[in-house]
């Protein structure tokens, strides 16, 4: 129920990905809407609807699912999770309300002091895990080792990366480089076996110098609100230009191809999602404006991330380094 376009995005993207991908889906929301929804489709095989009477909205508090909205779509489809009944949670609606409700009704993993959001982000090889990606403004040393140690578990395990190297953000590669916080973060990173390379600065993230980059959640969304705007951007100039010239325009249909690669390698919706990790359960929470697309691939990628085993990895790994 959540997300600029839903329901009919949701609908629409949970029915393709069990066509596409053979997925089993429960669409959780206000029964009747939902079934009206899913007759566009005709009876689509794997999609299951489950009864939630209320709904989250954009304006809610953080703590809506787990208060004032127990039997909102978010919190049912969350206890859906926690027994055992679904492999992985999946929403595109208010963000802050998913990961208050993830932590609050999955609980989060041993160790674990604050979950976070890890994004990836396109670079000129393939991508870039960004952990935290906007769930913890204020982060402590320690919170920055767990990003990097649970990005690291997540880039090996779902992403099949033998060997993640993990770099910490700053604004410049020499130790010692940054504020207190992430001064201190080095020391601690240098320390733990996770693959660790040293200091990185933004345009690492894509050069692909790294494959996990641990920062904190502010500095974080502002790395991945601006990708996503200046990917957007240089999409919307080659158009333009393509449009107002006509030898760009001759030069634009003879690279469609490549300009079609382009613009997939940059799309949100190809990953569908940032998985929220250090929780007890798979959650990954879309764009507010995710489209059919992003919501099937979100579907696909939290099939894998569920099965993937990530969860007690991370757990045990804390624990290891943490001891």
């Known amino acids: 129920m959540g997300g600029d376009h839903a329901p009919q995005a949701t609908v629409r993207g949970a029915v393709e990905a069990c066509l596409q991908h053979g997925l089993e889906v429960f669409l959780v929301g206000p029964q009747q809407l939902l079934k009206k929804e899913l007759a566009r489709y005709g009876p689509p095989k794997?999609?299951?609807?489950?009864?939630?009477?209320?709904?989250?909205?954009?304006?809610?508090?953080?703590?809506?699912?787990?208060?004032?909205?127990?039997?909102?779509?978010?919190?049912?489809?969350?206890?859906?999770?926690?027994?055992?009944?679904?492999?992985?949670?999946?929403?595109?609606?208010?963000?802050?309300?998913?990961?208050?409700?993830?932590?609050?009704?999955?609980?989060?993993?041993?160790?674990?002091?604050?979950?976070?959001?890890?994004?990836?982000?396109?670079?000129?090889?393939?991508?870039?895990?960004?952990?935290?990606?906007?769930?913890?403004?204020?982060?402590?040393?320690?919170?920055?080792?767990?990003?990097?140690?649970?990005?690291?578990?997540?880039?090996?395990?779902?992403?099949?990366?033998a060997n993640p190297r993990v770099g910490l953000l700053s604004n410049g590669e020499e130790q010692g480089k940054g504020d207190r916080v992430t001064v201190a973060a080095y020391e601690l990173l240098a320390?733990?076996?996770?693959?660790?390379?040293?200091?990185?600065?933004?345009?690492?993230?894509?050069?692909?110098?790294?494959d996990v980059v641990a920062c904190d959640g502010f500095v974080g969304n502002v790395v991945l609100k601006t990708a996503e705007g200046?990917?957007?951007?240089?999409?919307?100039?080659?158009?333009?230009?393509?449009?107002?010239?006509?030898?760009?325009?001759?030069?634009?249909?003879?690279?469609?191809?490549?300009?079609?690669?382009?613009?997939?390698?940059?799309?949100?919706?190809?990953?569908?999602?940032?998985?929220?990790?250090?929780?007890?359960g798979a959650v990954l929470i879309g764009h507010g404006r995710s489209s059919p697309k992003a919501i099937r691939n979100a579907l696909r990628f939290a099939q894998r991330y569920g099965a993937s085993g990530v969860v007690g990895a991370i757990e045990e790994r804390i624990g290891t380094i943490r001891v």
């Open 230 to 280: 200046l990917g957007e951007m240089v999409v919307t100039l080659l158009r333009q230009e393509a449009k107002r010239m006509p030898l760009s325009a001759v030069g634009f249909l003879l690279a469609k191809g490549a300009f079609s690669a382009f613009k997939k390698r940059v799309d949100y919706a190809e990953y569908g999602g940032a998985p929220l990790l250090g929780v007890r």
């Open 46 to 161: 794997g999609v299951h609807v489950v009864d939630a009477p209320e709904v989250v909205g954009m304006d809610d508090p953080p703590t809506a699912p787990v208060r004032g909205k127990r039997e909102s779509s978010m919190a049912v489809a969350l206890r859906l999770v926690r027994d055992g009944l679904a492999g992985a949670f999946v929403t595109a609606g208010n963000t802050g309300a998913a990961m208050v409700a993830a932590k609050l009704i999955l609980g989060t993993l041993a160790g674990v002091e604050r979950p976070a959001l890890a994004a990836p982000v396109p670079n000129v090889q393939s991508h870039t895990l960004l952990v935290d990606a906007g769930a913890n403004v204020d982060c402590k040393p320690r919170h920055l080792l767990d990003f990097a140690i649970m990005g690291h578990a997540y880039s090996q395990l779902v992403f099949g990366v």
């Open 191 to 210: 320390e733990a076996k996770v693959g660790f390379v040293g200091n990185v600065e933004g345009r690492d993230i894509f050069a692909g110098s790294v």
